[in-house]
């Protein structure tokens, strides 16, 4: 297979995505660590932020497309760290919602700031051109067949 081949191989462009998107995460996972925050826990922020209302962790997990046990387990981590605190649902008694913590919108805010940042460097030798190509290519591939 010669270069050009090797270029347009579906297997092949799908390996070369996967690289560049752990590249990309792990850049990022580097940025938000300096303010101890990881690409997961700054992301359960975000959703909070986004609802700006406690939200049960059932649907929370659903939302950030992850299982219940791992949500509960990042939702531990955030209360030890006092981003989010623990509310009983008032209208479901089996149910927990995730509430955030001034703390933790405080948190939220910088690490948007680091996000931002990390994102600009990350495709600081792309073009403006060439990043809305990359969107659209994205945005395309997202799309259900």
Same mark, same amino acid.
Request: negative net charge; charged residues 30%; proline residues 3%.
């Given at each position: 297979?010669?270069?050009?081949?090797?270029?347009?191989?579906?297997?092949?462009?799908? *390996?070369?995505?996967?690289?560049?998107?752990?590249?990309?995460?792990?850049? +990022?996972?580097?940025?938000? /660590?300096?303010?101890?925050?990881?690409?997961?826990? *700054?992301?359960?922020?975000?959703?909070?932020?986004?609802?700006?209302? =406690?939200?049960?962790?059932?649907?929370? &997990?659903?939302?950030?497309?992850?299982?219940?046990?791992?949500?509960?387990?990042?939702?531990?981590?955030?209360?030890? /760290?006092?981003?989010?605190?623990?509310?009983? /649902?008032?209208?479901?008694?089996?149910?927990?919602?995730? &509430?955030?913590? =001034?703390?933790?919108?405080?948190?939220?805010?910088?690490?948007?700031?680091?996000?931002?940042?990390?994102?600009?460097?990350? *495709?600081?030798?792309?073009?403006?051109?060439?990043?809305?190509? +990359?969107?659209?290519?994205?945005?395309?591939?997202?799309?259900? =067949?």
């Amino acid at each position: 297979m010669n270069d050009v081949t090797a270029a347009v191989c579906p297997t092949s462009l799908a *390996f070369q995505m996967l690289g560049a998107a752990h590249e990309v995460e792990a850049r +990022l996972e580097s940025a938000l /660590d300096r303010i101890g925050l990881s690409v997961a826990k *700054f992301g359960v922020l975000t959703k909070l932020v986004e609802a700006g209302e =406690p939200v049960a962790l059932g649907c929370l &997990a659903e939302r950030s497309c992850c299982v219940r046990s791992n949500m509960t387990q990042l939702v531990d981590r955030l209360e030890a /760290d006092r981003l989010v605190e623990r509310l009983n /649902d008032p209208s479901d008694r089996r149910s927990v919602r995730a &509430a955030l913590t =001034p703390a933790g919108r405080e948190r939220h805010a910088e690490g948007v700031q680091i996000v931002e940042e990390a994102g600009r460097t990350i *495709f600081a030798s792309l073009n403006d051109d060439e990043r809305a190509t +990359l969107r659209r290519v994205l945005s395309q591939l997202g799309r259900n =067949p």
